[in-house]
Protein backbone atom coordinates (compact mmCIF):
# COMPACT_ATOMS: atom_id res chain seq x y z
CA UNK A 1 0.00 0.00 0.00
CA UNK A 2 2.62 2.29 0.87
CA UNK A 3 4.71 1.44 -1.91
CA UNK A 4 1.92 2.28 -4.12
CA UNK A 5 1.05 5.82 -2.57
CA UNK A 6 4.74 6.28 -3.10
CA UNK A 7 4.69 5.34 -6.88
CA UNK A 8 1.35 8.22 -7.49
CA UNK A 9 2.95 10.73 -5.78
CA UNK A 10 5.83 9.94 -8.40
CA UNK A 11 3.57 9.78 -11.33
CA UNK A 12 1.47 12.67 -10.53
CA UNK A 13 4.39 14.75 -10.12
CA UNK A 14 5.99 14.05 -13.36
CA UNK A 15 2.94 14.08 -15.17
CA UNK A 16 2.30 17.93 -14.00
CA UNK A 17 5.23 19.25 -15.64
CA UNK A 18 5.95 19.38 -19.29
CA UNK A 19 9.61 17.02 -19.89
CA UNK A 20 10.77 20.16 -21.57
CA UNK A 21 9.83 22.20 -18.32
CA UNK A 22 11.70 19.81 -16.05
CA UNK A 23 15.14 19.80 -18.27
CA UNK A 24 15.04 23.68 -17.80
CA UNK A 25 14.70 23.63 -14.56
CA UNK A 26 15.37 21.14 -11.43
CA UNK A 27 12.64 20.48 -8.90
CA UNK A 28 13.63 20.67 -5.04
CA UNK A 29 13.54 16.91 -3.63
CA UNK A 30 12.93 16.92 -0.13
CA UNK A 31 13.64 13.47 1.88
CA UNK A 32 10.98 12.11 4.36
CA UNK A 33 11.67 9.74 6.90
CA UNK A 34 8.98 8.96 9.39
CA UNK A 35 9.21 6.15 12.31
CA UNK A 36 5.37 5.96 11.68
CA UNK A 37 2.93 4.71 8.78
CA UNK A 38 1.60 6.14 6.13
CA UNK A 39 -1.14 7.93 8.14
CA UNK A 40 1.33 10.82 9.39
CA UNK A 41 0.17 12.41 5.73
CA UNK A 42 -3.36 12.86 6.95
CA UNK A 43 -1.81 14.02 10.54
CA UNK A 44 -1.80 17.80 11.80
CA UNK A 45 2.05 17.66 11.05
CA UNK A 46 1.47 17.09 7.53
CA UNK A 47 -1.12 19.69 7.54
CA UNK A 48 1.41 22.36 9.06
CA UNK A 49 4.49 21.34 6.79
CA UNK A 50 2.67 21.60 3.45
CA UNK A 51 0.50 25.26 4.86
CA UNK A 52 4.41 26.65 5.79
CA UNK A 53 6.39 25.33 2.14
CA UNK A 54 3.25 26.87 0.58
CA UNK A 55 4.27 30.03 2.53
CA UNK A 56 7.62 29.88 1.25
CA UNK A 57 6.72 29.10 -2.56
CA UNK A 58 6.31 26.14 -2.50
CA UNK A 59 3.69 23.47 -3.67
CA UNK A 60 4.25 20.05 -3.94
CA UNK A 61 3.27 18.48 -6.72
CA UNK A 62 4.26 21.61 -8.70
CA UNK A 63 7.35 23.16 -7.72
CA UNK A 64 8.41 20.90 -4.66
CA UNK A 65 8.59 16.95 -4.64
CA UNK A 66 8.78 15.22 -1.41
CA UNK A 67 9.72 11.28 -1.14
CA UNK A 68 8.16 9.73 2.17
CA UNK A 69 9.49 6.72 3.93
CA UNK A 70 7.55 4.99 6.34
CA UNK A 71 9.25 2.95 8.81
CA UNK A 72 5.91 1.22 10.21
CA UNK A 73 6.45 1.76 13.70
CA UNK A 74 9.40 -0.39 13.66
CA UNK A 75 12.51 1.68 14.55
CA UNK A 76 15.04 -1.17 13.51
CA UNK A 77 14.02 -0.08 9.55
CA UNK A 78 14.70 3.72 10.13
CA UNK A 79 18.36 2.81 8.66
CA UNK A 80 17.44 1.42 5.73
CA UNK A 81 15.03 3.61 4.63
CA UNK A 82 17.35 6.45 3.14
CA UNK A 83 18.74 3.46 0.61
CA UNK A 84 15.17 2.13 -0.77
Known sequence: MIRRDFIKLIITSLASHP????????????GALSPNTHTVLDSAFYAGFSQGM???GYVEGN??????RFADGRMERLP???RT
Open 19 to 30: IAAMAQRSIPVI
Open 54 to 56: REL
Open 63 to 68: NLLIEW
Open 80 to 82: QLP
